[in-house]
């Protein structure tokens, strides 16, 4: 957080937008002490570092390892790698604790052993990519677990590759295993052995080995960069000499009255911490004096957080189609989910409004069908009843026709029957008339 | 941050071998330092406290710089809180200090909600961290953090204790965020008050369980002084950004007709012990609690309500990934059993619209059954009422012959008779 740029652009601040302002301070207020603070801190809590040595049997690992800390890591007792011969490659760790000025470091070597050994190397990678993914692995779990509590760090912080003094280039497993690993672990390659070559042959090997390693893109550690000048001096100068040529040495040869690590041949003294003889202070110096806090800073922030993307983006959308766009990455899993969520909540309501929709249409149908047969039924109740009105209509008629005929020929009838009685007592009377 | 420590050690077989020189690798400390002091650092404050009790003229002083701020009216409607970030320096350290202002707090006559604003605004700022310690693609190391490292509770100088809704506002901060309550405006206190007050302040807060910030005392270098400044809280402190000229020397200090209370002057108030603590010794102290401590406790708890488990009910430890995608399932299984439910109330909605219709249907299909039955009863009453008139009209034609066929007969009988 760098905070004097923010300052001369006046960036806004997250902060509810309040500027951040640079401030001149009269007088002494004391937060100047605050690196103190943390220099004590650290110290109370002590260092953790992981180291990871690959390369052929026989290169000089376990040796180097005991110049660069000055210990008999590997001893007799605790024999390298090479001393532990393996049918099929190996990743076995040792811990140490070691202690100077108050320092402690709690120092972890992982070796391979029977790595390239086989005379079929193929996937000799396999064992050491998953040990450091499995380590990745621990990590992320601590992490995320709800109870966290104090987390190792085991994670693998370096990985110092062995290249053999062949003197032309590098070999294909060479390169085959850091374009493995170069997006795992900061990888040093260096060149082991050095004192079996001349200097011009070294040159040219290191020249041969760093033009194949850009052609292959391979991503070896990087210096990071100051503002120092002295310091970029002396990086500059460092990342001339890439890749390191060592030499170690167990033993402690007097030379000119002192008394120096170094392999005595007859034809004199290859000495170990001579910068004309070979690069390893340069090595150590890098390693351990000036960029270990480096090395785990570049393990936690880049190689992990590829990791832990990779690991969550994957548990995000398994199954699901993985090309994502760039913005899924910036949420967490359980804001994808919260996302997720919210999208099908408005399906779900999208499906019942079309549902209801459907419902009421087809409600309305059959509503409509029974209104429909309803009236229908009505209007023939109607007819019906008028037919059978009609009908009586009829009858009446026909009846009152009826009655008329009848009540007409009674009625005539009886004109008759009165005519007849009328006539018969007109000829009764005749009759009687007659007789007279 | 991963918290490394040494203490905490796996089963593995770890051998403490001794070195044959110097490797060098004591300077580890000043790498992790001199890292962290190119990142710059990051301090916020909270102040909590009453409207006028000089919250911003102690920051001013504390931090010998005026910060802008204006005076607040005595008239918010609530309480809310305003934060300002500045840059300072000094030699080659950068600080980016944010200091967090409570406006309005102790003003309204209700005061029951007033620690809302202020746990809410700490809430929020855990909430953005943990929003982007949880994303898939983040940068922490870039992360400007807003947690608030420390709260300073202003007391007011009352002499005889705390205000209900200082032991209310603290109870609901202490376990939210390092709490250190001062006594503002201490030059109004005489000693002996002070010292009763101060009794009685931390007797009360002791009485009502609220956790105030203890300096640190597990780290010998610095545990001598904190565990003396342990017995001073809370500080008495005065503060002032204007100088005055004492003997030959030009202090800042407030000048009363009766004298000059001399800011820095450890026998006037406590201000000088309030600095040392605050920044001078334990400032590291306090981010980390926040981060190790009160922050862990939030995320912990906002995990669990997620439904987050450590173990399975089998007590096996959960991996990342099978937490996730436990919790995927459930939230998936979730949605469909959600989509299912719809599904079946509208599929029983159907039914039973589809039986109220039914049931209509039958009743007009029984109407028109009925209605069917009336008019053939009808038809055949008719029928029976044209049978019937046939009937009679057939008797009656019968009769009406039967009668002309006689009368036909008659006549000639009366011929007959007329002939004789």
Same mark, same amino acid.
């Given at each position: 957080?760098?905070?004097?740029?923010?300052?001369?652009?006046?960036?806004?601040?997250?902060?509810?937008?309040?500027?951040?302002?640079?401030?001149? @301070?009269?007088?002494?207020?004391?937060?100047?002490?605050?690196?103190?603070?943390?220099?004590?801190?650290?110290?109370?809590?002590?260092?953790?570092?992981?180291?990871?040595?690959?390369?052929?049997?026989?290169?000089?690992?376990?040796?180097?390892?005991?110049?660069?800390? @000055?210990?008999?890591?590997?001893?007799?007792?605790?024999?390298?790698?090479?001393?532990?011969?393996?049918?099929?490659?190996?990743?076995?760790?040792?811990?140490?604790?070691?202690?100077?000025?108050?320092?402690? *470091?709690?120092?972890?070597?992982?070796?391979?052993?029977?790595?390239?050994?086989?005379?079929?190397?193929?996937?000799?990678?396999?064992?050491?990519?998953?040990?450091?993914?499995?380590?990745?692995?621990?990590? *992320?779990?601590?992490?995320?677990?709800?109870?966290?509590?104090?987390?190792?760090?085991?994670? #693998?912080?370096?990985?110092?590759?062995?290249?053999?003094?062949?003197?032309?280039? *590098?070999?294909?497993?060479?390169?085959?295993?850091?374009?493995?690993?170069?997006?795992?672990?900061?990888?040093?390659?260096?060149?082991? =052995?050095?004192?079996?070559?001349?200097?011009?042959?070294?040159?040219?090997?290191?020249?041969?080995?760093?033009?194949?390693?850009?052609?292959?893109?391979?991503?070896?550690?990087?210096?990071?960069?100051?503002?120092?000048?002295?310091?970029?001096?002396?990086?500059?100068?460092?990342?001339?000499?890439?890749?390191?040529?060592?030499?170690?040495?167990?033993?402690?040869?007097?030379?000119?009255?002192?008394?120096?690590?170094?392999?005595?041949?007859?034809?004199?003294?290859?000495?170990?911490?001579?910068?004309?003889?070979?690069?390893?202070?340069?090595?150590?110096?890098?390693?351990?004096?000036?960029?270990?806090?480096?090395?785990?800073? #570049?393990?936690?922030?880049?190689?992990?957080?590829?990791?832990?993307?990779?690991?969550?983006?994957?548990?995000?959308?398994?199954?699901?189609?993985?090309?994502?766009?760039?913005?899924?990455?910036?949420?967490?899993?359980?804001?994808?989910?919260?996302?997720?969520?919210?999208?099908?909540?408005?399906?779900?309501?999208?499906?019942?409004?079309?549902?209801?929709?459907?419902?009421?249409?087809?409600?309305?149908?059959?509503?409509?069908? *029974?209104?429909?047969?309803?009236?229908?039924?009505?209007?023939?109740?109607?007819?019906?009843?008028?037919?059978?009105?009609?009908?009586? =209509?009829?009858?009446?008629?026909?009846?009152?026709?009826?009655?008329?005929?009848?009540?007409?020929?009674?009625?005539?009838?009886?004109?008759?029957?009165?005519?007849?009685?009328?006539?018969?007592?007109?000829?009764?009377?005749?009759?009687?008339?007659?007789?007279? | 941050?991963?918290?490394?420590?040494?203490?905490?050690?796996?089963?593995?077989?770890?051998?403490?071998?001794?070195?044959?020189?110097?490797?060098?690798?004591?300077?580890?400390?000043?790498?992790?330092?001199?890292?962290?002091?190119?990142?710059?650092?990051?301090?916020?404050?909270?102040?909590?406290?009453?409207?006028?009790?000089?919250?911003?003229?102690?920051?001013?002083?504390?931090?010998?710089?005026?910060?802008?701020?204006?005076?607040?009216?005595?008239?918010?409607?609530?309480?809310?809180?305003?934060?300002?970030?500045?840059?300072?320096?000094?030699?080659?350290?950068?600080?980016?200090?944010?200091?967090?202002?409570?406006?309005?707090?102790?003003?309204?006559?209700?005061?029951?909600?007033?620690?809302?604003?202020?746990?809410?605004?700490?809430?929020?700022?855990?909430?953005?961290?943990?929003?982007?310690?949880?994303?898939?693609?983040?940068?922490?190391?870039?992360?400007?953090?807003?947690?608030?490292?420390?709260?300073?509770?202003?007391?007011?100088?009352?002499?005889?204790?705390?205000?209900?809704?200082?032991?209310?506002?603290?109870?609901?901060?202490?376990?939210?965020?390092?709490?250190?309550?001062?006594?503002?405006?201490?030059?109004?206190?005489?000693?002996?008050?002070?010292?009763?007050?101060?009794?009685?302040?931390?007797?009360?807060?002791?009485?009502?369980?609220?956790?105030?910030?203890?300096?640190?005392?597990?780290?010998?270098?610095?545990?001598?002084?904190?565990?003396?400044?342990?017995?001073?809280?809370?500080?008495?402190?005065?503060?002032?950004?204007?100088?005055?000229?004492?003997?030959?020397?030009?202090?800042?200090?407030?000048?009363?007709?009766?004298?000059?209370?001399?800011?820095?002057?450890?026998?006037?108030?406590?201000?000088?012990?309030?600095?040392?603590?605050?920044?001078?010794? &334990?400032?590291?102290?306090?981010?980390?609690?926040?981060?190790?401590?009160?922050?862990?406790?939030?995320?912990?708890?906002?995990?669990?309500?997620?439904?987050?488990?450590?173990?399975?009910?089998?007590?096996?430890?959960?991996?990342?990934?099978?937490?996730?995608?436990?919790?995927?399932?459930?939230?998936?299984?979730?949605?469909?059993?959600?989509?299912?439910?719809?599904?079946?109330?509208?599929?029983?909605?159907?039914?039973?619209?589809?039986?109220?219709?039914?049931?209509?249907?039958?009743?007009?299909?029984?109407?028109?059954?009925?209605?069917?039955?009336?008019?053939?009863?009808?038809?055949?009453?008719?029928?029976?009422?044209?049978?019937?008139?046939?009937?009679?009209?057939?008797?009656? &034609?019968?009769?009406?012959?039967?009668?002309?066929?006689?009368?036909?007969?008659?006549?000639?009988?009366?011929?007959?008779?007329?002939?004789?």
């Amino acid at each position: 957080m760098s905070a004097s740029s923010d300052v001369l652009t006046g960036a806004a601040e997250a902060n509810g937008g309040a500027m951040g302002l640079q401030k001149n @301070l009269e007088g002494y207020v004391g937060f100047a002490n605050l690196p103190n603070q943390v220099y004590r801190k650290s110290v109370k809590r002590g260092f953790e570092f992981t180291l990871m040595v690959v390369g052929e049997s026989g290169l000089g690992k376990s040796t180097l390892i005991n110049s660069l800390f @000055l210990t008999d890591l590997y001893s007799p007792e605790y024999p390298g790698p090479s001393q532990r011969i393996k049918k099929t490659v190996q990743v076995e760790q040792s811990k140490v604790l070691i202690k100077e000025g108050g320092v402690h *470091l709690l120092l972890t070597i992982v070796d391979t052993p029977g790595f390239g050994d086989a005379v079929d190397n193929s996937n000799c990678w396999q064992p050491v990519t998953d040990h450091i993914d499995s380590k990745f692995e621990d990590f *992320l779990n601590a992490e995320s677990r709800v109870n966290r509590r104090l987390m190792p760090d085991s994670r #693998v912080h370096c990985c110092l590759y062995f290249i053999a003094p062949s003197g032309h280039g *590098l070999k294909p497993l060479d390169i085959e295993f850091m374009k493995r690993l170069h997006e795992k672990v900061n990888i040093i390659p260096l060149i082991a =052995k050095a004192d079996t070559m001349t200097p011009e042959e070294c040159q040219q090997f290191k020249k041969q080995i760093m033009k194949e390693i850009h052609e292959h893109k391979i991503k070896i550690y990087d210096f990071p960069e100051t503002d120092d000048e002295e310091e970029m001096k002396m990086i500059r100068r460092i990342k001339d000499r890439l890749p390191l040529a060592v030499v170690g040495s167990n033993t402690i040869i007097e030379v000119n009255g002192k008394r120096v690590r170094g392999r005595q041949y007859p034809w004199g003294v290859a000495e170990v911490e001579n910068g004309d003889h070979c690069d390893f202070t340069i090595l150590r110096n890098m390693l351990i004096r000036t960029h270990m806090q480096d090395l785990k800073d #570049v393990t936690n922030n880049v190689h992990y957080e590829n990791y832990r993307s990779r690991k969550l983006a994957a548990v995000t959308y398994n199954g699901v189609d993985n090309n994502n766009s760039k913005n899924q990455l910036t949420k967490s899993p359980l804001a994808q989910m919260e996302e997720e969520r919210r999208e099908h909540v408005a399906k779900m309501k999208k499906m019942e409004q079309e549902m209801e929709q459907v419902f009421e249409m087809k409600v309305k149908e059959k509503l409509q069908k *029974l209104k429909d047969s309803e009236v229908e039924l009505q209007k023939r109740h109607e007819q019906m009843k008028k037919n059978l009105e009609a009908q009586y =209509k009829e009858l009446e008629e026909k009846r009152r026709q009826y009655e008329e005929e009848k009540s007409t020929w009674e009625l005539q009838q009886r004109i008759l029957e009165q005519q007849k009685l009328e006539l018969s007592r007109t000829m009764e009377k005749g009759k009687k008339k007659k007789i007279f | 941050m991963a918290a490394t420590d040494v203490d905490v050690f796996s089963n593995e077989e770890k051998r403490n071998l001794s070195l044959g020189g110097h490797v060098g690798f004591d300077s580890l400390p000043d790498q992790l330092v001199s890292k962290s002091v190119t990142q710059g650092f990051c301090f916020n404050i909270l102040c909590v406290g009453e409207t006028g009790i000089g919250k911003s003229t102690l920051m001013n002083t504390l931090f010998n710089t005026m910060f802008e701020n204006e005076e607040a009216s005595h008239y918010q409607n609530g309480v809310y809180l305003r934060p300002r970030t500045y840059d300072l320096q000094e030699s080659n350290v950068h600080l980016k200090l944010t200091i967090v202002d409570t406006v309005g707090f102790g003003d309204q006559i209700n005061k029951e909600d007033s620690y809302k604003p202020i746990v809410d605004y700490i809430d929020t700022q855990f909430e953005n961290y943990l929003q982007e310690e949880l994303k898939i693609k983040r940068s922490l190391f870039n992360y400007h953090d807003t947690r608030i490292h420390i709260c300073l509770y202003f007391i007011a100088p009352t002499g005889h204790s705390l205000k209900s809704l200082d032991l209310v506002t603290m109870k609901k901060l202490d376990s939210k965020v390092n709490i250190i309550p001062i006594i503002a405006k201490a030059d109004t206190i005489s000693k002996s008050e002070l010292h009763k007050f101060k009794i009685k302040i931390m007797s009360e807060l002791v009485s009502n369980g609220v956790q105030i910030y203890q300096f640190p005392t597990d780290d010998e270098a610095v545990s001598e002084i904190n565990s003396s400044m342990n017995a001073h809280l809370p500080f008495a402190v005065v503060g002032s950004v204007e100088e005055v000229k004492v003997g030959n020397k030009t202090v800042r200090a407030r000048q009363y007709p009766w004298g000059v209370v001399q800011v820095e002057n450890e026998s006037h108030c406590d201000f000088v012990k309030l600095r040392e603590m605050l920044i001078r010794v &334990n400032m590291e102290d306090l981010r980390e609690q926040t981060h190790a401590r009160h922050y862990e406790l939030y995320r912990r708890c906002k995990l669990e309500e997620m439904g987050f488990k450590d173990t399975d009910p089998d007590s096996q430890p959960f991996s990342l990934q099978e937490t996730y995608e436990a919790k995927r399932k459930e939230f998936l299984g979730d949605l469909q059993r959600k989509e299912e439910e719809m599904r079946q109330m509208f599929v029983n909605k159907v039914k039973e619209t589809e039986a109220e219709l039914k049931e209509r249907e039958r009743e007009l299909h029984e109407k028109f059954e009925q209605l069917k039955r009336m008019h053939q009863d009808e038809k055949r009453k008719v029928e029976e009422k044209r049978k019937e008139l046939e009937d009679e009209m057939n008797a009656f &034609n019968r009769k009406k012959l039967a009668v002309e066929t006689l009368s036909l007969n008659q006549p000639l009988k009366k011929d007959k008779d007329k002939k004789n």
